[in-house]
């Protein structure tokens, strides 16, 4: 009898560690979009060699670096804020538990609406850059520089329009939820992975169009 409960499994120690679904949807998504951009990457190259580095730095002398560096900054920033929506999140902190003052007191709404803002402002940063280019001559038909930069950008600012209405979902989730939870919380968190990976993808388009003359 002593024999049999000794070789009986406790049930104390038998734990069995899944996978959060919707995290790994999310990664494995991610990884297409990686794969989507490294062919803008590709197409941005293989049109840089085909037009000669004196034309290609001719045609881009006319972006404005130090506008373009500014929207930049606040994008990275964008991402700093919106991990510390994820910390608020993770510790089931919806919104604020003092003024808005007090920036330590921060729940995930308020980080997330600052990060919000901070992405439209890029949005909108980039509107003004293009207006800026088309008056200076430089539009999608106007060169093989003017197609490229257009496509790569344009597809970038795309995908920082949907973050914006993943934050608005994220932001309407967190308002709406009795209670918020592991739900709600764990939107928040996949909304941040994407997010992340859009500015990373940013500063490498930034590095390549506007350093990398």
């Known amino acids: 009898m002593s024999s049999t409960t000794a070789a009986a499994p406790s049930a104390a120690h038998v734990s069995v560690t899944r996978p959060n679904v919707l995290s790994v949807g999310v990664i494995v998504w991610l990884s ?3 794969m989507f951009f490294a062919g803008l990457f590709a197409m941005y190259f293989t049109h840089r060699s085909v037009a000669g580095p004196e034309a290609w730095a001719e045609a881009s ?4 670096f130090p506008f373009s560096a500014t929207n930049t900054t606040i994008l990275v920033l964008s991402s700093v804020t919106c991990q510390m929506g994820v910390f608020a999140a993770e510790r089931f902190q919806a919104s604020r ?7 330590a007191r921060w729940g ?3 980080w997330y ?5 901070m992405g439209a402002i890029f949005v909108a940063g980039q509107v ?5 280019l088309v008056e200076h001559g ?3 038909a106007s ?4 197609s490229v930069f257009y496509i790569t950008t344009g597809f970038h600012a795309l995908h920082v329009i949907g973050g914006l209405i993943a934050f608005l979902f994220v932001l309407g989730r967190a308002f709406t939820a009795r209670r918020f939870g592991h739900l709600e919380a764990g939107s928040a968190v996949v909304t941040s992975y994407y997010w992340h990976f859009v500015d990373v993808v940013w500063i490498a388009l930034f590095f390549i169009i506007y350093v990398l003359r």
């Open 128 to 132: 003004t850059e293009y207006t800026e």
């Open 108 to 110: 995930m709404i308020e």
């Open 138 to 140: 430089v539009t999608i």
């Open 113 to 117: 609406t600052l990060t919000f803002v």
């Open 97 to 103: 538990t003092g003024s808005l003052l007090n920036v």
């Open 61 to 64: 002398s006319v972006l404005n």
């Open 143 to 146: 060169s093989s520089y003017g």
């Open 32 to 34: 297409s979009e990686l």
